[in-house]
């Protein structure tokens, strides 16, 4: 069982083995954490995101980081659910997203994965159920990773993501 952890911050500046980008389905590129990911790795990420090909919502691939800093070895591209108002099954969607990045992160034997919100930004997800489903989905699914940071770049994602963490408010 990993152990998961929250901060605030730039996921760009995370020491892991891999950090995960809220990609679209091009895997080219794109604006707000994947636009960051792509700046600070170089060029180089969007041709191999290119040479692998689209990737449907839900599911999750693995480059190599490129110019990332070390430690990261690997950058994880999965592709959010577009929030259409809850009824599309955009919440499996996305609990699908964390369940492959972590067997991802596996295959390639990445132990400390760092995850932003996924699709909380542009796709527009609801950001507290994201929250809970980003945690409930990560304590849920058996994986060999050992340390999960949950980066949220914005204090009212970490508030949330860390009350997901320690679990519903006590009945009063
Ligand atoms: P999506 O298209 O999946 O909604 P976005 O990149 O628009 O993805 O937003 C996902 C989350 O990533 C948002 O909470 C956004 O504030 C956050 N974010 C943007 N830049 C960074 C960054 N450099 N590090 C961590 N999180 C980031």
Same mark, same amino acid.
């Given at each position: 069982?990993? %152990?998961?952890?929250?901060?605030?911050?730039?996921?760009?500046?995370?020491?892991?083995?891999?950090?995960?980008?809220?990609?679209?389905?091009?895997?080219?590129?794109?604006?707000?954490?994947?636009?960051?990911?792509?700046?600070?790795?170089?060029?180089?990420?969007?041709?191999?995101?290119?040479?692998?090909?689209?990737?449907?919502?839900?599911?999750?691939?693995? %480059?190599p980081a490129? !110019?990332?800093?070390?430690?990261?070895?690997?950058?994880?591209?999965?592709?959010?659910?577009?929030?259409?108002?809850?009824?599309?099954?955009?919440?499996?969607?996305?609990?699908?997203?964390? +369940?492959?990045?972590?067997?991802? =992160?596996?295959?390639?034997?990445?132990?400390?994965? =760092?995850?932003?919100?996924? =699709? %909380?930004?542009?796709?527009?997800?609801?950001?507290?159920?994201? =929250?809970?489903?980003?945690?409930?989905?990560? +304590?849920?699914?058996?994986?060999?990773?050992?340390r999960i940071?949950?980066?949220?770049?914005?204090?009212?994602?970490?508030?949330?993501?860390?009350?997901?963490? !320690?679990?519903?408010?006590?009945?009063?």
């Amino acid at each position: 069982m990993a %152990t998961i952890e929250v901060v605030r911050g730039d996921i760009t500046r995370e020491r892991v083995d891999a950090v995960v980008t809220a990609a679209n389905e091009s895997l080219l590129g794109g604006g707000g954490v994947d636009g960051a990911i792509h700046r600070a790795a170089g060029p180089r990420l969007a041709e191999a995101g290119g040479a692998i090909g689209p990737c449907p919502p839900g599911a999750a691939v693995v %480059t190599p980081a490129f !110019d990332l800093d070390p430690p990261v070895r690997y950058v994880i591209h999965t592709v959010g659910p577009v929030w259409e108002g809850g009824g599309y099954g955009e919440a499996e969607v996305l609990a699908s997203c964390y +369940r492959c990045c972590l067997a991802v =992160a596996d295959e390639v034997g990445a132990r400390s994965v =760092a995850f932003p919100a996924i =699709a %909380t930004g542009v796709y527009g997800f609801p950001a507290e159920r994201a =929250a809970r489903t980003a945690v409930d989905t990560l +304590r849920s699914t058996p994986s060999e990773v050992e340390r999960i940071r949950l980066v949220a770049f914005d204090e009212e994602t970490r508030t949330l993501l860390q009350a997901a963490l !320690d679990g519903p408010a006590p009945a009063t």
